[in-house]
């Protein structure tokens, strides 16, 4: 398998220019199933999770065309039929997100059998919310063998769904079904991140009408059919804060482009307590550090606007080097600290106690061979061996490809010293 090597201690310099957001992406492209006409989405992201749900759409009657277009990569995806309303454990298991055809495919066609995605690294992540939102809008579910029979005869009705919390993968899910069910449907206490907003607007150009997509509430009136529509997918805020961090980590002055800084302020707010320089332009922003030791904040992950538990690790890796004990509290998964342990393989002095991190700030980080189990984590490692001494080495990049496109040329653009090792098929890492 693949490596990232990294020889630390180059400051960056330059322009990194922003894909868009994977998490869009992948809701997107589940939206085309829910229309017989072509949908064209712009600014793709071309990554590994993005071909995935490519594959699983082929299966299930899509045809996926792949272009270059003016304004980036582009997708066509047309789904003339449902030829198959079936999503099996092995796809399922390998992109969580592939769970969300589930909702689409019962609304276009009445039925379908979809995988449960089971846990992952960095939680039990139950799908429980988006049972039960499918459940409120008609959907007769049963659950045999790690499999969700649902139907809809007459197909979905409209109904009122209050989440008991905050679930971005539940309210996409419930949007993707209500847009096609009879009459209005009412979510309460939705997520309101971009990503939520973006699919809101494509299924508004599809014909869809969603209204409060950003609010808590969010109001849909079911419509008979959706049209194809074309959408610029929203640029990805993870990999802005993520590059935002690399650039305060490193030092030096990096301005990211083909984004916006609207979408990171609570993480903007916490770079500029520890004394990074961040000024934003209507393109995106300008991270700038010149010396001077980082200070330790203390911060809390929330739902969208407060501090993203995506961006989490990232910041962690930052706070190995400041000037004190920052204390990082996760509230949104319960097992998502995987990260402080390779980290305190380059030297950093974190301890994790439940869902809090302390972290004590270290004066320098040496490099090592590291590992991580989740993408988020994996990319906090190549954050730290940019400013440790040494060469850190990171392997299963396979992680990184999920979720960023170009993750080394966009980095050695700006100065660092960073190469991927090629590793021999089936081998082990
Ligand atoms: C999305 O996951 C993102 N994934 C995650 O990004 C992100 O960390 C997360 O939202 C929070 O922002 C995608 O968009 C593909 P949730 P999702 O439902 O939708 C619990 C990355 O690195 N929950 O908002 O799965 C759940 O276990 C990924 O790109 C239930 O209990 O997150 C968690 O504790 C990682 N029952 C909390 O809610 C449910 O039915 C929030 O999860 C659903 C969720």
Redesign the pocket.
């Known amino acids: 398998m693949d490596r990232i090597a990294i020889m630390g201690g180059a400051r960056l310099q330059g322009e990194i220019p922003i894909s868009g957001a ?2 869009s992406a ?2 997107l492209m589940a939206a085309s199933l829910l229309t017989d006409e072509p949908l064209r989405l712009t600014n793709m992201p071309r990554l590994a999770d993005t071909r995935f749900l490519g594959r699983l759409l082929q299966r299930l009657g899509t045809e996926v065309v792949e272009s270059a277009g003016p304004d980036g990569a582009e997708t066509l995806l047309t789904t003339r039929e449902i030829m198959s309303g079936f999503a099996p454990y092995d796809l399922v298991r390998q992109m ?2 592939s769970f969300n055809v589930l909702g689409p495919l019962l609304a276009r066609t009445g039925q379908a059998k979809v995988s449960l995605p089971g846990g992952c690294t ?10 039960k939102a499918l459940e409120a809008l008609g959907a007769r579910i049963d659950l045999h063998e790690g499999y969700v029979y649902a139907q809809a005869p007459g197909g979905l009705r409209g109904g009122e769904i209050e989440f008991p ?6 309210t ?1 899910h419930a949007l993707l079904a209500a847009v096609l069910a009879r009459g209005a449907t009412v979510l309460r206490n939705s ?1 309101q ?1 971009p ?1 939520i907003t973006d699919l809101a607007d494509c299924l508004n150009k599809m014909g869809a009408k969603v209204e409060g997509a950003g609010t808590a509430t969010i109001r849909v009136q079911g419509v008979e059919r959706l049209t194809g529509a074309s959408h610029a997918v929203l640029p990805d805020r ?1 990999e802005t804060g993520t590059y935002a961090l690399a650039a305060a980590m490193a030092g030096g002055e990096v301005r990211l482009t083909r984004t916006r800084s609207d979408f990171i302020e609570a993480l903007i707010v916490k770079m500029r307590e520890a004394g990074v320089e961040v000024t934003p332009h209507p393109d995106g922003l300008t991270v700038k550090r010149n010396g001077g030791r980082l200070k330790a904040v203390e911060l809390e992950t929330d ?2 606007p407060g501090f ?3 961006l989490q690790a990232q910041f962690m890796a930052l706070m190995t080097l400041a000037d004190g004990e920052s204390v990082i509290r996760e509230t ?3 097992n998502r600290f995987m990260h402080a342990p390779e980290l305190g393989r380059l030297g950093a002095d974190i301890s994790v106690h439940g869902g809090e991190a302390r972290v004590r700030g270290v004066e320098t980080l040496e490099g090592a061979q590291v590992m991580a189990t ?3 984590a994996s990319v906090s490692l190549v954050i730290a061996g940019l400013a440790a001494r040494g060469e850190t080495v990171v392997n299963r990049v396979y992680h990184l490809d999920r ?1 960023f496109e170009r993750l080394e040329e966009k980095l050695g653009a700006c100065g660092a010293d960073i190469r991927r090792i090629k590793g021999d098929a089936g081998e082990d890492d």
């Open positions: 994977k998490n992948i809701k969580r997100a960095i939680g039990a992540r139950p799908v429980d919310l988006h049972l919390f905050v679930s971005v993968g539940a996409e997520a991140e990503e993870i739902p969208f993203a538990t995506d949104i998964f319960e989740d993408l988020r979720g």
